[in-house]
C-alpha cells in the first residue's frame, strides 16, 4: 500500500529525521573507512571524519547517494519523489514545493533513470506454453499526413500477457518491418506462448518463422472475432495508460524509452512503489 503523506511527515520537513531515516535505509553508508588511514572515521554531523590528528580527513555523509552534490536537501527530494511516485504532474509537483520548473525537470528525469535500472530484466520473457499474449505498435507523437504520409513522432511496440500479473515489454522501434518485429518477440515471448495481433502484414509470418499460435482480428471490420476471445484489447488499453502518463513533448526518440521504462517499473512494483524506490537508492552508488 502506497503510504499516506501524514505517515511521512516528520521524513519529509525534518531535515535531521530524514538523516537518519536514510542512514536505517541503507541509502547512506552506517560506516566510512579513511581511504588514506585504512580505518574507521568518526560521525560528525553531515560529515565522516578520519580519527587521526594528523589526517582528520573529511568525507560527507551523502557520499557516493543519490544525494552527493544535490540541488535540493534530501528531505525535499523525497518529497519530490513522493509525489512523482503518487502521479502528480510535473506542473502539480511544481505548485506543491515552490521549486524552479527546471529543477523539478531535472529531478524527474533522475528519478526515472534511477528506476529504469532496476526493471527487472525480461530474460524471464514473457507468456509461456499456453498464454496469450497480445502485441500491437502505437504512434507515439503527433501525426502530419502530407503527401508521402510523413508522420512525426516515434513508434512504439509492446506485448502484454492475458494473466492476473499482465507482465508486459514496451520499447521504441525504428520501423514496423517485420524484420524487426518478429525478432522482438523471439527475444521477449517465451515459446508456445499464443499471439493475439491484428492484420499488420508484419504479423503474417509469425507462425511459419518463430513457430507461435498466431490468431488475429481485422480492426477494419471488428474489435472483436465473433464467438471467440480473440481481441486486443488489453494492449490497446496499455497505450492508452501509458500516454495518459507521457507528456506529448516527451513522445520522441529522444525522451520516450525512459517513460516506457518508469512504465514498466511501476507497473511490476505496483503493490509497493514507495519502498521498491527506496531500494533503488539503497543499491545504486553514485559516483
Not at 44 to 57: H, I, V, Y
Not at 62 to 82: D, I, R, T
Request: hydrophobic fraction near 35%; include cysteine; glycine fraction near 6%.
Amino acid at each position: 500500500m502506497f503510504p499516506s503523506i501524514y505517515e511521512l511527515n516528520s521524513i519529509f520537513f525534518d531535515e535531521s529525521y530524514c538523516q537518519k531515516f536514510l542512514f536505517e535505509k541503507n541509502i547512506l553508508f552506517d560506516e566510512m573507512i579513511c581511504r588514506k588511514c585504512r580505518i574507521k572515521m568518526k560521525l560528525e554531523g553531515e560529515n565522516w571524519r578520519c580519527r587521526k590528528s594528523n589526517c582528520r580527513r573529511k568525507v560527507s555523509i551523502y557520499h557516493k547517494s543519490f544525494f552527493s552534490n544535490s540541488k535540493l536537501s534530501p528531505h525535499q527530494v523525497l518529497f519530490v519523489a513522493y509525489l512523482w511516485l503518487a502521479g502528480d504532474s510535473h506542473k502539480q509537483i511544481l505548485l506543491k514545493t515552490s521549486h524552479s520548473a527546471n529543477t523539478i525537470s531535472d529531478y524527474l528525469r533522475m528519478f526515472r533513470d534511477l528506476v529504469s535500472g532496476h526493471v527487472k530484466e525480461s530474460t524471464e520473457k514473457i507468456g509461456g506454453p499456453g498464454i496469450i499474449v497480445e502485441i500491437d505498435e502505437s504512434k507515439f507523437g503527433k501525426r502530419k499526413y502530407h503527401k508521402g504520409h510523413h508522420v512525426e513522432g516515434v513508434w512504439v511496440f509492446g506485448g502484454v500477457e492475458r494473466t492476473p500479473e499482465r507482465k508486459i515489454f514496451v520499447m521504441s522501434v525504428p520501423d514496423r518491418k517485420e524484420g524487426t518485429l518478429l525478432n522482438i518477440l523471439h527475444q521477449y515471448v517465451e515459446k508456445g506462448s499464443i499471439i493475439y495481433s491484428d492484420c499488420w502484414a508484419s504479423y503474417k509470418n509469425i507462425n511459419n518463422k518463430l513457430q507461435f499460435d498466431h490468431e488475429t482480428v481485422n480492426h477494419s471490420k471488428e474489435f472483436k472475432v465473433p464467438d471467440t476471445n480473440i481481441h486486443t484489447n488489453t494492449i490497446e488499453g496499455t497505450w492508452n495508460g501509458i500516454k495518459m502518463n507521457i507528456a506529448p513533448r516527451n513522445r520522441n526518440i529522444n525522451a520516450i524509452d525512459e517513460h516506457l521504462m518508469d512504465f514498466i517499473w511501476r507497473r511490476q512494483h505496483f503493490d509497493d512503489l514507495w519502498n521498491s524506490f527506496l531500494n533503488c537508492l539503497a543499491d545504486t552508488a553514485f559516483y
